[in-house]
């Protein structure tokens, strides 16, 4: 438990004066809202991920509800904030899907001075005219995104997020920290120009049996490129996400195969899920990345004969922390050229600056070299 100030959780913040501003949302919208803003509503609870960096004293001060994905699909990072936090059990948490509508009764009653959506979610709104339904009692709702194109979005989402919290200042000590974490693999890729290797990237392994869920040229398959290997997906989808046939993979023939994962117990109790995350115990992650080898979509491959099988924590596709997933795909993919670059210092260094959760590793394994 984080002592001091950080263990209060206070529903009603203390009354500050606020001035009506103009903001810009992800989509390009211009919204009029009141700063710094008060009572935030989170249309997703993974959102905790950039407003605990920047309110680290108390993250939920300024929270009157949230969807409750993080509890369910991060019960690891759940707990933590819980035993820092714990009126978060208090918190009113409604349920919902990534790209569904909102829970218009529940955001009513809490009036909220903004509630926060992900772009994925801007259709069923939209259609559903919840937006126009929440204008005309003066919500504002503000789009913002890390999980179609986090390369492009992450950061002015981080901007606008400081906006609204009068954090300007902490959100570009934030982007100066993931911009220095991405360039000591960046950096390194341009200068050596080394050959990429084929990666193959398994989306949300063991959260169902279908093969093979993967990603396009964004989002992971980005990180892919970054970290200097090629994403076998950006060949075929034309998507952010999307789903190649095992027969494809195969002929493909990937030198490396990357899992996505995570304790999923909530929604596929018992699944192939690798429960990787905060404290994940490395034993019972190495054993469950195994079964992985097993499937029909990776006979005979490369990866298969050189143990290059790895699994990482899924919810870099959707946070602000994906410089740690480049940091450890590089140094799976060219451990020669990044035999000095450690991933879990990079992350710890992070928490220790925006955080008010100690770090714990767990977020990766590999079974070419165990847990990283």
């Known amino acids: 438990m984080i002592p001091g100030p950080w263990t209060a959780f206070a529903s009603e913040p203390a009354a500050v004066r606020q001035t009506t501003t103009t903001v810009t949302d992800i989509t390009g919208r211009e919204v009029t809202v009141n700063v710094p803003?008060?009572?935030?509503?989170?249309?997703?609870?993974?959102?905790?991920?950039?407003?605990?960096?920047?309110?680290?004293r108390d993250p939920l001060a300024r929270v009157v509800a949230w969807r409750n994905d993080l509890i369910e699909a991060d019960p690891a990072t759940y707990n933590q904030y819980l035993q820092a936090f714990p009126g978060l059990a208090k918190l009113p948490a409604f349920p919902g899907q990534e790209n569904g509508l909102i829970d218009i009764e529940s955001t009513i009653v809490q009036k909220p001075d903004v509630v926060l959506l992900n772009l994925e979610a801007m259709r069923a709104n939209e259609d559903a005219q919840y937006i126009q339904k929440l204008a005309e009692l003066k919500i504002p709702v503000l789009y913002i995104d890390f999980r179609h194109y986090p390369l492009?979005?992450?950061e002015p989402t981080i901007r606008l997020l400081g906006k609204i919290l009068g954090r300007e200042a902490r959100a570009e000590e934030i982007i100066a920290f993931r911009?220095?974490?991405?360039?000591?693999?960046?950096?390194?890729?341009?200068?050596?120009?080394?050959?990429?290797?084929?990666?193959?990237?398994?989306?949300?392994?063991?959260?169902?049996?279908?093969?093979?869920?993967?990603?396009?040229?964004?989002?992971?398959?980005?990180?892919?490129?970054?970290?200097?290997?090629?994403n076998i997906g950006s060949d075929f989808l034309p998507s952010t996400f999307g789903q190649l046939n095992p027969e494809q993979v195969?002929?493909?023939?990937?030198?490396?195969?990357?899992?996505?994962?995570?304790?999923?117990?909530?929604y596929v109790p018992g699944g192939h899920w690798i429960p990787l995350?905060?404290?994940?115990?490395?034993?019972?992650?190495?054993?469950?990345?195994?079964?992985?080898?097993?499937?029909?979509?990776?006979?005979?491959?490369?990866?298969?004969?050189?143990?290059?099988?790895?699994?990482?924590?899924?919810?870099?596709?959707?946070?602000?922390?994906?410089?740690?997933?480049?940091?450890?795909?590089?140094?799976?993919?060219?451990?020669?050229?990044?035999?000095?670059?450690?991933?879990?210092?990079?992350?710890?260094?992070?928490?220790?600056?925006?955080?008010?959760?100690?770090?714990?590793?767990?977020?990766?394994?590999?079974?070419?070299?165990?847990?990283?």
């Open 152 to 154: 492009k979005n992450t």
């Open 37 to 56: 803003v008060q009572r935030i509503l989170l249309g997703e609870g993974r959102q905790l991920y950039l407003l605990a960096s920047l309110e680290p």
């Open 179 to 230: 911009r220095q974490a991405m360039a000591r693999v960046t950096d390194v890729i341009a200068s050596k120009n080394p050959n990429r290797p084929k990666v193959f990237i398994e989306r949300i392994g063991g959260y169902s049996e279908d093969c093979c869920l993967s990603f396009g040229a964004e989002n992971f398959g980005k990180y892919v490129e970054l970290a200097g290997g090629h």
């Open 277 to 372: 995350g905060p404290g994940a115990d490395p034993e019972e992650t190495h054993k469950k990345l195994e079964w992985f080898t097993t499937r029909d979509a990776y006979t005979g491959i490369d990866a298969l004969k050189t143990r290059n099988f790895h699994g990482i924590w899924h919810q870099f596709y959707n946070s602000p922390y994906e410089f740690f997933a480049v940091q450890q795909l590089a140094k799976w993919f060219h451990p020669e050229l990044f035999a000095d670059l450690d991933p879990n210092a990079t992350f710890a260094e992070y928490h220790r600056r925006f955080l008010p959760i100690p770090y714990r590793p767990g977020y990766a394994v590999s079974l070419a070299g165990g847990a990283d």
């Open 250 to 266: 195969v002929v493909s023939n990937p030198e490396h195969v990357v899992v996505t994962s995570a304790n999923w117990q909530a």
